[in-house]
């Protein structure tokens, strides 16, 4: 049909939660896979993946979302839960809360005494912080957290790094360690100049009920530029996607929205970021393109001068709850790609995709070679002009060589530390073109002779058209 059409056609019965297939003229099939759901089923329709809240009874609920996630819509102490499959888990409130003001995916609750509660669902989570418009009265400033928990037990890691479990020891949801920064900006790296981790304990009653404890420093509350924003993030997912940067945070940042890597000040501070991809409906076929696409929205300069955004693929098993700066997988330069493009740092270079050329790594994994996913990282972490690239990104007055990627349609991205947080959007994708006959079949191996005998009577013809497909957006893997 797509041959008869002239046109590419999607393969609906391919379609799951973070792909799409298509049909081409060629013969071939084009996969655009994405690193999280991108639509979810519901009553047996798939629905694009929507987290606007809307009031829909008892609680604020998301319009289309990977799990059961239910916000507070006022007047009582639940804040926010979230279910999927038999794991449940909820967070509340110390005192009953006022009815929120809601916008897009975020529900926002005045405490008074300038603080504001903001809830914001996920695809699959969602994340809650606290911002102070003033330093707080009296003495130490603490928040108490009530955790609702079915079956489940919250734990922290050495790194601070927040575990939740089921009765079998199976991870659940995971946060990083509870981070909270002011307003100031580091003309550097655009991020707030002044961030730290906040003291967090987990409290155990008798019943076996646990209260998730806050506790900001009064010094860093004392000197601080308000507004200042405590963030302990949740989310019921266990990802794969995360980054670490040391030294301020060698703990997985797991449920970030963004990715980073790079160097902003000659290796003082340095980010390396880590993915992965589906790609198991490529095993056995020959990958003929493979272009991994990341939404740049900032970027230290425009200049594509100087050291590359490396995409190398990793060979040895991960954890995104237990990796850190210092516990981090093995990679290999075979097949590596580099990038050297920058988006985002003005209007002369706009936010935009960056790509990276993965087809030999994908026709790796394709041949049998374990999938633990990739590591995006600068190929020299101490040129400061190395870009930092990610799914969100470092903002702000910069010098040259700092890169960041984020969800694509955010003016100034999903803002990691020290800006707000956007609804959920994949801005990881990878595009795989294959053929729809796999290696080995008698089909195929007539068509690969086919093409021997075509090749020595004619000329190679390049077609001149531009793409119509606009391949150059996304990861694009392709096998014939």
Sequence with gaps: MARLQDRKIEVLSARTTDSTTYALPSGELETEAY????????????????????????????????????????????LASVTKGKDSFGLGWQDKLPTPE??????????????????????????????????PDGDALSYRI????????????????????????????????????????????????????????????????QTLVLTPDTDFLATATYPVTVDPTSTLAVTTDTWVQNPDYPDSQVSSQELKSGTYDSGTDTARSYLKFDVSKFTGTHITSATMS????????????????????????????SITWGAQP???????????????????????????????????????????????????????????AGRHAVRGSRPEGH?????????????ARGGERRAHQVAARLFVRR??????????????????????????HRDPRPDP????????????
Excluded at 470 to 476: E, F, I, K, S, W
Aim: charged fraction near 20%.
């Design 35 to 78: 690193a999280g759901p991108v639509r979810v089923k519901q009553d047996g329709t798939w629905k694009n993946i929507d987290t606007s809240l809307s009031d829909t009874g008892a609680d604020l609920t998301p319009e289309a979302a990977a799990a059961d996630i239910a916000v507070s819509d006022g007047g009582d102490t639940d």
């Design 102 to 135: 809601v916008k897009d995916s975020t529900a926002s609750y005045d405490l008074g005494s300038g603080q504001t509660l903001s809830v914001t669902a996920l695809a699959q989570g969602f994340s809650e912080n606290i911002q102070l418009t003033q330093q």
């Design 146 to 209: 009530p955790l609702n928990l079915d079956g489940l037990k919250l734990s922290q890691a050495d790194s601070g790094h927040l575990l939740l479990k089921n009765s079998a020891g199976d991870l659940v949801a995971e946060a990083p360690a509870p981070m909270m920064w002011d307003a100031s900006k580091d003309p550097a790296s655009g991020e707030s100049a002044h961030q730290e981790q906040v003291s967090t304990k987990i409290e155990t009653a008798d019943d076996g009920s």
């Design 294 to 321: 990341l939404y740049n929205y900032y970027s230290a300069t425009c200049s594509t001068s100087g050291a590359a955004t490396d995409a190398k693929r990793i060979t040895s098993s991960w954890s995104s709850s």
């Design 330 to 388: 093995s990679t290999t330069t075979t097949g590596m790609a580099s990038n050297t493009g920058h988006w985002g740092y003005s209007s002369s270079c706009p936010a935009a995709w960056s790509n990276w050329n993965l087809q030999s790594i994908v026709q790796a994994w394709a041949d049998g070679s374990p999938n633990y996913g990739l590591q995006v990282r600068a190929d020299s972490e101490s040129d400061f002009r190395e870009p930092a």
């Design 403 to 415: 890169r960041c990627l984020g969800p694509a349609g955010s003016a100034d991205g999903p803002g």
């Design 435 to 460: 053929d729809s006959v796999p290696d080995g079949h008698p089909a195929r191996q007539a068509r690969q002779r086919h093409h021997l005998r075509a090749r020595r009577r004619r000329p190679v």
């Design 469 to 480: 497909h606009g391949l150059q957006r996304g990861l694009h893997c392709g096998h014939g």
